[in-house]
C-alpha cells in the first residue's frame, strides 16, 4: 500500500495549507487489478457531502474481470452521473456511484486486454 498526501505532491501551492493532509492518492495491487482512493474530489460541481468525499479508481488489465466487478457495482447506481464502461483513447472507461453512494472509476488502459 501506498499513500501521498497533498501536501507531498506538486499541488500543494495550489490549495490551502489546511488541506494539505488530505490523501489525495492511496494505492493497492491485487495481482491484475489495482485499485487507488482519493480524498474529496475537487470538482467545483459538487459539494463537499457525505458520500461523495472520495472515489475508488480500478484499474486492471482483464476486461472480463473489470465488466464483473463493474457489473455488480452499477446494480443500483445512480444513473445521473452513470457512464457504462466506454472506448476512449486511453483505454476503456466508465465511472458510477453506487447504492451506498461510493464513486467508482475504472480504467483498463489501451492495448491490455
Not at 14 to 42: C, V
Not at 70 to 78: I, K, P, T, V
Request: proline share 6%; charged share 20%.
Amino acid at each position: 500500500m501506498r499513500l501521498t498526501r497533498l501536501g507531498d505532491s506538486p499541488m500543494r501551492g495550489q490549495l490551502p495549507p489546511e488541506k494539505h493532509d488530505r490523501i489525495i492518492n492511496g494505492y493497492l495491487k491485487s495481482g491484475s487489478f489495482e485499485m487507488s482512493a482519493t480524498d474529496w474530489m475537487a470538482s467545483p460541481a459538487f459539494d463537499p457531502v457525505q458520500g461523495n468525499t472520495s472515489a475508488i479508481f480500478v484499474m486492471g488489465d482483464q476486461i472480463d474481470e473489470l465488466k464483473s466487478a463493474f457489473g455488480n457495482l452499477a446494480e443500483g447506481a445512480d444513473q445521473s452521473s452513470f457512464q457504462d464502461l466506454h472506448e476512449l483513447p486511453i483505454g476503456t472507461y466508465g465511472q458510477l456511484t453506487d447504492k451506498f453512494g461510493v464513486q467508482w472509476i475504472f480504467l483498463m488502459p489501451q492495448n491490455q486486454g
